[in-house]
Structures are given as structure tokens and as C-alpha cells.
């Protein structure tokens, strides 16, 4: 039984899967560490990194900053985005991708003392591309 569910689920799958990526693009875009669309620091000091465009952040024990960006994409976002940073180290940092219509949202969210000089995110979309 066990079996033929799984069969079914994996034709399922194939039937269906091929339609719904026709067509698609993998899009991805960074920006500078310093190219925030906010911050909420807490009780952290932000301020400019070693790096051009970096930011050095620096919180007290158990407390965190988020840094909010905004990717804008030429067409709507398929499935779920995914975000990386470059940089954070020494630290604990989190990012997480969000996307509302054709805008890409990344948080991240730094404990202890970061670095951050790059964040990007990584998506697919029925647009082609932006390239800069």
C-alpha cells in the first residue's frame, strides 16, 4: 500500500511539476551590507564596517538587531525565496526571505558582533532576469 501511494505521489509530481516551472528564470541580487531598507538595533550599536558598504554591528549579551532589505523583481516570485549573507562573522546571524508580489524582503538578525558585508537573495520568477 505502502508502495503504490508513493508511486502516485512521485507521477503526481511529474505530471505536474513541468507546467508549473515552464517558463520560470532563477533570479538572484545583492546588495551592500549598508543598503538597508531599516533597522531596528535594539540595544546594538550599528555602525560602518572595515569594508566599503559594510556595517559592524555589536549587541550586548542576549540582545539583537535586525536588518531589513528590499529586492524588487520584475515579475511576480514563484515558490520561496532564499537569502545568504556574506560576511557575519564572529557572530550568530540569521536571514530569511520573504516575497509580497514582485518584492523580496530579507531580514537578518545578528546576536553578538557581526560584520556584514554583502546580502543577497535568490529566486524564481516568469521575468527574465535583472541584470545590472
Not at 520560470?24 to 569594508?51: D, E, F, H, V
Not at 538587531?65 to 560576511?87: D, Q, R
Amino acid at each position: 500500500m505502502l508502495r503504490r501511494i508513493l508511486l502516485l505521489a512521485v507521477t503526481g509530481l511529474l505530471v505536474a511539476a513541468p507546467p508549473a516551472l515552464a517558463g520560470t528564470y532563477w533570479n538572484s541580487q545583492m546588495k551592500t551590507g549598508a543598503a538597508t531598507a531599516s533597522r531596528t538595533p535594539g540595544r546594538c550599536l550599528i555602525g560602518t564596517g572595515t569594508q566599503a558598504g559594510s556595517l559592524h554591528i555589536t549587541c550586548p549579551f542576549n540582545q539583537s538587531a535586525t536588518l531589513t532589505y528590499a529586492f524588487k523583481s520584475k515579475g511576480a516570485v514563484i515558490g520561496h525565496p532564499i537569502a545568504f549573507i556574506s560576511g557575519g562573522r564572529g557572530s550568530w546571524c540569521t536571514a530569511t526571505a520573504t516575497a509580497t508580489g514582485s518584492t523580496v524582503h530579507v531580514a537578518v538578525t545578528v546576536w553578538g558582533r557581526a560584520d556584514i558585508d554583502m546580502v543577497g537573495v535568490g529566486y524564481y520568477s516568469h521575468a527574465k532576469p535583472i541584470h545590472h
